[in-house]
């Protein structure tokens, strides 16, 4: 299954509305994840199951999905947001990953 | 609180076996649900997904890489091993082992290693 991110990389402000997309080649049901990723770090879960915020996740974060298409909303951008995401279905093996999406200031 | 530590070899030469350990806490891999994946990540590239273990030993490997991996569990030691043979300078990454929550949420990945990098050079 191919996940397909975009855009591959945005510019934003502290305080904007940002939106990443995820499309699937087929249905992956909510078998669908969200990822952050800082520089020198390993990635951190914060959204799982489409719409489920990770414990500890600040609810600035949230995901909504229309049938293979999905989005990761961050309603008011911080600093701490500058980072690169990734989606990733685990429905079928091999599970698979987007190819990132970096928000940068 | 569920740690996870990948330890192994930093240099590798080409077309050696890359043997990695992931030792964890926290959790028991004999849990019904709980699984243990490896990932990794090439510089300045993305995420790929290599393989995971499942508690009832259950075992899935990337198509592409099958025949090449080896993932094992060690449930006494709360260890996983990742065995990769033929190593070649591709597959210079980070290696990251991660916890599979199981049904609560939906097998997603949800603590991970601080990851250790592989430098295949000869």
């Known amino acids: 299954i191919q996940m397909t991110q975009s855009p591959s990389s945005l510019s934003a402000s502290v305080g904007d509305r940002v939106t990443i997309t995820c499309r699937a080649s087929q249905t992956i049901s909510v078998y669908l994840n969200w990822y952050q990723q800082k520089p020198g770090r390993a990635p951190n879960l914060l959204i799982y199951a489409v719409s489920s915020l990770q414990s500890g996740v600040p609810s600035r974060f949230s995901g909504s999905r229309s049938e293979t298409d999905f989005t990761l909303t961050i309603s008011s951008l911080q600093p701490e947001d500058f980072a690169t995401y990734y989606c990733q279905q685990n429905y079928n093996f091999p599970w698979t990953f987007g190819q990132g999406t970096k928000v940068e200031i | 609180q569920i740690t996870l530590k990948e330890s192994g070899p930093t240099l590798v030469r080409p077309t050696q076996t890359l043997t990695l350990t992931c030792t964890f806490s926290?959790?028991?891999?004999?849990?019904?649900?709980?699984?243990v994946g490896w990932i990794r990540q090439p510089p300045g590239k993305a995420l790929e997904w290599l393989a995971v273990i499942y508690w009832d030993n259950d075992k899935r490997y990337r198509p592409s890489q099958q025949g090449r991996l080896t993932v094992t569990k060690d449930t006494s030691k709360n260890q996983v091993v990742l065995t990769m043979t033929n190593m070649d300078p591709v597959d210079t990454a980070t290696y990251y082992c991660?916890?599979?929550?199981?049904?609560?949420?939906?097998?997603?990945?949800?603590?991970w290693g601080h990851g250790t990098k592989v430098i295949v050079s000869s």
């Open positions: 926290g959790f028991s891999l004999s849990t019904s649900g709980v699984g």
């Open positions: 991660a916890h599979s929550g199981g049904s609560y949420n939906l097998g997603a990945l949800d603590m």
